[in-house]
Each structure stands twice: as structure tokens, then as C-alpha cells.
């Protein structure tokens, strides 16, 4: 299994705390992303990074942030949270970008009252 | 438009029998990458096999095989004897392009399989 590791698992907050999630690899891989899930929705990109300091949007990237400033490690930021950010909160890594597989992490529920 | 596209949101199968999960994409570039992936019950998300569009030949690993029809812009699982382990949502995925910047996933809405003895 890659090692991959998110911290909180869970987490209960309210709407307009800030939450970061933070994703921790041991894999020394280049590429890390954050997606969520929800029902009826697979997967969505929020954000990734190419490398550290070197991150991009994805397609539901309103009210998020991101930060890496090291290779192993890279936060997720909900700055005011909302109801509608109630998800699962995966983050995942690959090597070279390109052709690799990317694999993922256990995965964060958040819930948002 | 949906690029990826599930269309059995739901399918049984009798253990020690073949399933098919069906997937089809939509994408106008020629380099891209398909992927299967296993989610249970537990949560977490398990990569089962990748088939890239230049590849001539089906993708298999173990009980998975890809059956990729190009033309068709399809990349149906088939998993052959079914264990009632493989009980899970079942996502597929694809990626577009080739590049340092454009390693993106698009995923379907997945499709539950359920494994009875």
C-alpha cells in the first residue's frame, strides 16, 4: 500500500469555522491532489500540486485552498466552511504526473452543521 | 457534457460467476488513461487495473481484465469469479492527456456491485 495518511479522519465543525486537512506521504511522490465525494457525484478534483509551492485548480476549487510546502505534505484549507463542503475528503499521490496510477488515502469525513 | 459515463448504478452477481461493469468516455485527445477502481464499504479507494489508449492489448490483472473497445470509446470491468469480497462501488476513471501539468482524473458516479452466495 502507498503511504498515504489523512489527518482528522472525521471531523464535526460549524459553518464559518475554518478546517484544514492535512494529506502526509512517505512516497516522495511529485504529484498530490485533493478530491471530493459525494453522492451522485463520484470524485471531483478540488486542487493539485506538481510540486512543492506549485499547486492548481481543479474543477470545484470555490472556497478551498491549498498549500505544500514540503514534498510530503499537502493541506487542504476550507477558509469559512459551509454546509455544502459535508463530504469525504480524499487525497491522493502519484509519481511523474503523465502515466502513473494515482493512489489514495483513507479519506476524511467532514461534516459541516 | 459527461465524460465519463456509468450507467448501471447497480448490478448482482451470483458468486463464481463473471460481471461486466460497463463505462464509456467521451474525449477529443488521443493520449488517455482508463482507470477501474474499487471503493467497499470501509471507504477507502482501491486502484484494480489501468488500460492506456495506445496499448494494442486488454488490460488484465488476476480476476480483472479490461475489455477496451476503442471505437467504441468503451472500458468495461470484468471481473471473473466473483468472490463475495468483491461486494463495492466500482469507479471508473479517466485520465486526459500527457504532460508535468495535466494529470487529472475525471471519474463516473460508480457502479454498486453486489456478490451473493
Known amino acids: 500500500d502507498a503511504g498515504i495518511t489523512q489527518s482528522p479522519r472525521h471531523k464535526v465543525t460549524e459553518t464559518g469555522t475554518p478546517v484544514t486537512l492535512r494529506c502526509h506521504q512517505t512516497?516522495?511522490?511529485?504529484?498530490m491532489y485533493w478530491y471530493r465525494q459525494d453522492p451522485g457525484h463520484g470524485l471531483r478534483l478540488i486542487h493539485y500540486?506538481?510540486?512543492?509551492?506549485?499547486?492548481d485548480k481543479g474543477e470545484v476549487s470555490d472556497g478551498y485552498s491549498v498549500s505544500r510546502s514540503k514534498t510530503e505534505d499537502f493541506l487542504l484549507t476550507l477558509e469559512s466552511a459551509t454546509s455544502s463542503q459535508t463530504s469525504v475528503y480524499f487525497c491522493?499521490?502519484?509519481?511523474?504526473?503523465?502515466?502513473?496510477?494515482?493512489?489514495f488515502g483513507p479519506g476524511t469525513r467532514l461534516l459541516v452543521l | 457534457a459527461q465524460k465519463i459515463t456509468q450507467t448501471q448504478p447497480g448490478m448482482f452477481v451470483q458468486e463464481k460467476e463473471a460481471v461486466t461493469l460497463d463505462c464509456t468516455y467521451d474525449?477529443?485527445?488521443?493520449?488517455?488513461?482508463l482507470f477501474w477502481y474499487k471503493q467497499p464499504s470501509s471507504g477507502e479507494m482501491i486502484f484494480l487495473i489501468y488500460?492506456?489508449?495506445?496499448?494494442?492489448q486488454n488490460a488484465t490483472e488476476g480476476r480483472y481484465s479490461l475489455n477496451f473497445q476503442k471505437a467504441r470509446k468503451s472500458a468495461n470491468l470484468v471481473i471473473s469469479a466473483s468472490q463475495l469480497g468483491d461486494s463495492a462501488m466500482y469507479f471508473c476513471?479517466?485520465?486526459?492527456?500527457?504532460?508535468?501539468?495535466?494529470?487529472?482524473?475525471?471519474f463516473g458516479t460508480g457502479t454498486r456491485l453486489q456478490v451473493f452466495p
Open positions: 491522493a499521490i502519484s509519481g511523474q504526473g503523465g502515466q502513473e496510477t494515482q493512489y
Open positions: 512516497e516522495n511522490h511529485r504529484y
Open positions: 500540486s506538481y510540486g512543492v509551492k506549485d499547486t
Open positions: 474525449t477529443s485527445d488521443p493520449s488517455y488513461g
Open positions: 488500460q492506456g489508449s495506445y496499448d494494442q
Open positions: 476513471a479517466m485520465r486526459e492527456g500527457l504532460g508535468p501539468n495535466t494529470d487529472k482524473l475525471i
